[in-house]
């Protein structure tokens, strides 16, 4: 099969889709590895490190759309990505497509069969091409955060480890999985009094096992939530329904709760944001006001940290790039029910439940889709 792997477009974007290693490993296959020129700069891998990998390098986007079977990428294809994806082709990515219905229609439009990395699953049920990048967003996130604080960006001005005789920073996380635990470790080691807020008990469980009282947690309703805002110099959101738009946790009367100057930090914002006026900013321009508090919500975090993040996400889907590249994706996903799941359109139809619900789009099961092509 040929393997194509574009450079990223989305501003300030500088991870790829296959490293060097996962390419070495996609040739030994038998396949064919298309880099496009420079993708992998940013991240601080060479075309010549793809070169002595066994790799072509291909100059243009448009040559790499044209030859490939399969896209491997990063982030969900931009417009102008989209319009060069066709009818057979494979585009194997984070999509997030819940909270974006010009993209949704685009996807169907193309013809092409989109497997999204956000909602691929595991035995444990937990989400194995999400984790890695959700591991760095929530290590990001405080750090973001306490940026965000300083009164040159139009914070309160608080710091958040505090400082002997001033109290720490108050930090609020809602959601307590992958990105929220991270974030709670980062938080915790600056020095500020953490709180996790989450629905679910086991998971609370777990984080008061582990933080042992380095942490308070706190069950996920709205009046616990309302509760802490007073005191709340920052909010990290981390809430995930897996391949659903975001819960709204915070409405916009409710910010007049806060301190101005307080900091909001949406990690959920791919999926729509859990704040209810949360919006997509970018890294070169990533906070705003609303009502006296900064949100900060920029839907590709990890891009910052592009080495380490693209890495870890190659390490996480090389070994699912390479069964749908050896079997082709209808056995690879027959065979992989957790592979199935990232199944999210095929041939003009949408195969993912939550996302048909936040779209109003009618769903085929991906398990008649399967036994359609068969
Ligand atoms: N902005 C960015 O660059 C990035 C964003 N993300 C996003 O971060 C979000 C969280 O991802 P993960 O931590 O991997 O998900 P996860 O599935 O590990 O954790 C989500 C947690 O939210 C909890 N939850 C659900 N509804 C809740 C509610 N109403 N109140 C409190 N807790 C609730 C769940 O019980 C679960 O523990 C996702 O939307 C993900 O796409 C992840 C990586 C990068
Ligand atoms: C998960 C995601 O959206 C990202 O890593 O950019
Ligand atoms: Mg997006």
Same mark, same amino acid.
């Given at each position: $099969?040929k393997?194509?792997?574009?450079?990223?477009?989305?501003?300030?974007?500088?991870?790829?889709?296959?490293?060097?290693?996962?390419?070495?490993?996609?040739?030994?296959?038998?396949?064919? $590895? %298309?880099?496009? +020129?420079?993708?992998?700069?940013?991240?601080?891998?060479?075309?010549?490190?793809?070169?002595?990998?066994?790799?072509?390098?291909?100059?243009?986007?448009?040559?790499?759309?044209?030859? @490939?079977?399969?896209?491997?990428?990063?982030?969900?294809?931009?417009?102008?990505?989209?319009?060069m994806?066709?009818?057979?082709?494979?585009?194997?990515?984070?999509?997030?497509?819940?909270?974006?219905?010009?993209?949704?229609?685009?996807?169907?439009?193309?013809?092409? /069969?989109?497997?999204?990395?956000?909602?691929? /699953?595991?035995?444990?049920?937990?989400?194995?091409?999400?984790?890695?990048m959700s591991?760095?967003?929530?290590? %990001?996130?405080p750090?973001?955060?306490? &940026?965000?604080l300083?009164?040159?960006?139009?914070?309160?001005?608080?710091? %958040?480890?505090?400082?002997?005789?001033?109290?720490?920073?108050?930090?609020?996380?809602?959601?307590?999985?992958?990105?929220?635990? @991270?974030?709670?470790?980062?938080?915790?080691g600056?020095?500020?009094?953490?709180?996790?807020?989450?629905?679910?008990?086991?998971?609370?469980?777990?984080l008061?096992?582990?933080?042992?009282?380095?942490? /308070?947690?706190?069950?996920?309703?709205?009046?616990?939530?309302? /509760?802490?805002?007073?005191?709340?110099?920052?909010?990290?959101?981390?809430?995930?329904?897996p391949?659903? +738009?975001?819960?709204?946790?915070?409405?916009?009367?409710?910010?007049?709760?806060?301190?101005?100057?307080?900091? %909001?930090?949406?990690?959920?914002?791919?999926?729509?944001?859990?704040?209810?006026?949360?919006?997509?900013?970018?890294?070169?321009?990533?906070?705003?006001?609303?009502?006296g508090?900064?949100?900060?919500?920029? +839907?590709?975090?990890?891009?910052?940290?592009a080495?380490?993040?693209?890495?870890?996400?190659?390490?996480?889907?090389?070994?699912? $790039?390479?069964?749908?590249?050896?079997?082709? &994706?209808?056995?690879?996903c027959?065979?992989?029910?957790?592979?199935?799941?990232?199944?999210?359109?095929?041939?003009?139809?949408?195969t993912?439940? @939550?996302?048909?619900?936040?779209?109003?789009?009618?769903?085929?099961?991906?398990q008649?889709?399967?036994?359609?092509?068969?």
């Amino acid at each position: $099969m040929k393997i194509g792997c574009p450079t990223e477009i989305k501003p300030q974007e500088f991870r790829v889709g296959v490293t060097p290693n996962a390419a070495h490993e996609a040739v030994q296959h038998g396949h064919e $590895m %298309l880099i496009q +020129a420079g993708a992998g700069t940013g991240a601080g891998f060479t075309d010549e490190d793809y070169i002595a990998a066994g790799a072509r390098i291909i100059e243009t986007a448009e040559e790499v759309y044209a030859s @490939a079977d399969m896209i491997v990428k990063v982030k969900e294809p931009q417009a102008a990505e989209r319009k060069m994806l066709r009818e057979g082709q494979v585009l194997f990515a984070y999509l997030h497509l819940a909270p974006d219905p010009e993209q949704t229609k685009d996807l169907m439009a193309s013809g092409a /069969t989109c497997i999204a990395y956000e909602t691929v /699953t595991d035995s444990r049920g937990g989400l194995p091409l999400l984790a890695p990048m959700s591991e760095v967003a929530g290590r %990001l996130a405080p750090q973001s955060g306490a &940026w965000a604080l300083q009164k040159a960006n139009g914070g309160s001005g608080v710091l %958040l480890g505090g400082v002997p005789g001033v109290r720490p920073a108050n930090v609020v996380i809602v959601g307590g999985g992958v990105v929220g635990t @991270a974030a709670a470790r980062v938080a915790a080691g600056m020095g500020a009094n953490v709180t996790v807020l989450d629905r679910s008990i086991p998971r609370l469980s777990y984080l008061d096992d582990v933080f042992m009282g380095r942490l /308070t947690t706190q069950y996920s309703d709205q009046h616990s939530l309302a /509760t802490l805002l007073p005191r709340a110099d920052m909010v990290i959101g981390a809430v995930l329904i897996p391949g659903a +738009a975001a819960p709204k946790l915070i409405s916009r009367e409710q910010l007049s709760l806060m301190q101005p100057g307080s900091v %909001l930090v949406d990690v959920a914002i791919d999926q729509g944001g859990c704040f209810e006026k949360s919006k997509a900013t970018t890294h070169q321009d990533p906070i705003y006001d609303v009502d006296g508090i900064i949100h900060y919500c920029v +839907a590709n975090m990890p891009g910052a940290v592009a080495r380490t993040s693209t890495i870890a996400l190659g390490n996480a889907t090389m070994p699912f $790039m390479l069964a749908l590249a050896d079997k082709g &994706w209808q056995k690879a996903c027959a065979d992989d029910p957790h592979l199935l799941d990232g199944l999210n359109v095929h041939a003009g139809k949408l195969t993912y439940y @939550a996302v048909g619900r936040a779209l109003g789009i009618d769903v085929t099961a991906p398990q008649v889709i399967l036994k359609q092509v068969g």
